[in-house]
């Protein structure tokens, strides 16, 4: 079987850690994004994953090879000369994604962190006999986004609605489909929307079913639903694999600690922490809902909550960070130094303190 991820473009909105890496390969609970979406597809038996990608082949492609002899699955790209919205790059790599198997290919959205039931979406697909499988999450406001009317018993899906006024269901597109190859004939190579021109059509046809997604779901594409990702993530960590917490009487709930991860005496970690390779942190340190990136220091008594800390970033005896400040790579924070969601570009030092939301260039 076949996969393709629609990476996309810049990642502004997870920015300033994407200025420094792709946003598919910006660490989430100590490893790539896009790494936990590649491994369960590889558990399903996905022997290639075409990238859809118009920003950064090489620096994805290097990156990734490593990953391509560890984990034994070829990954290519298919890069975009114009953006073609999210149906477009499907027909640009209909060469990588068409075989003589003639089986259903995965589509997925880079942005989105489940727990993956690729084997159910399969074995769905294969029961109901139509052209297309999209899964759906349950949200309590669906009003802020497009909403999949879908009958309860067979899963097969009559309408969409956006942005309803009235309540129609609480059901929306998760961004993971499963593919018969003709869903390729329906689609031109432009500038095309998946959700609004080419599953419409399917499911005039009366060929587009949706099975509802078990466990959690979240779009990681902006930092405070990155936070709330990780919690989600760490839940379901304790739940299906608990030994790979961190256990211990400094740390309180939910805590990924990296196996090289240093820290100090006097501590109290969690809940909802990850703490990534390298990281050193010094004693009395205090840190809850948030993410310590590869290689940074947050020295004696600092205290971190709903932030995340860039790689090699480093954070001063006694500061305080809060309120979703985000450090991008190599940024210093000084001692004794307040952050109230300060978003830090890359390579700064910072010697005053942040008293409200802003952007430090």
Known sequence: MKALILVGGFGTRLRPLTLSLP????????????????????????????????YQP???????KDFESKLGIKITCSQETEPLGTAGPLALARDKLIDSSGEPF???????????????????????????TIMVTKVDEPS????????????????FVEKPKVFVGNKINAGIYLLNPSVLDRIELKPTSIEKEVFPKIAADQKLYAMVLPGFWMDIGQPRDYITGLRLYLDSLR??????????????????VH?????GEGCLIGPDVAIGPGCVVESGVRLSRCTVMQGA?????????????????????????????????????????????????????????????????
């Open 106 to 132: 995965f589509v997925l959205n880079s942005d989105v962190i489940s727990e993956y039931p690729f084997a159910e979406l399969i074995g769905f697909h294969k029961s109901h006999g139509g052209e297309a």
């Open 23 to 54: 946003k598919p390969l910006v660490d989430f609970a100590n490893k790539p994004m896009i790494l936990h979406q590649i491994e369960a597809l590889k558990a399903v038996g996905v022997t290639e994953v075409v990238l859809a990608i118009n």
């Open 58 to 64: 090489e620096v994805m492609l290097n990156f990734l």
């Open 297 to 361: 220091r947050i020295k004696k008594h600092a205290c971190i909550s709903s932030s995340i800390i860039g790689w090699h970033s480093t954070v001063g005896q006694w500061a305080r960070v809060e309120n979703m400040t985000i450090l991008g790579e190599d940024v210093h924070v000084g001692d004794e130094i307040y952050s109230n969601g300060g978003v830090v570009l890359p390579h700064k030092e910072i010697k005053s303190s942040i008293l409200k939301p802003e952007i430090v260039m």
């Open 239 to 256: 739940k299906k694999s608990p030994y790979k917490l961190a256990a211990g009487l400094h740390i309180v709930g939910n805590v990924l």
């Open 144 to 159: 802020k986004y497009g909403v999949v009317v879908m009958e309860e018993e067979t899963g097969k899906v009559d309408r």
């Open 259 to 263: 196996e090289n991860a240093v820290i």
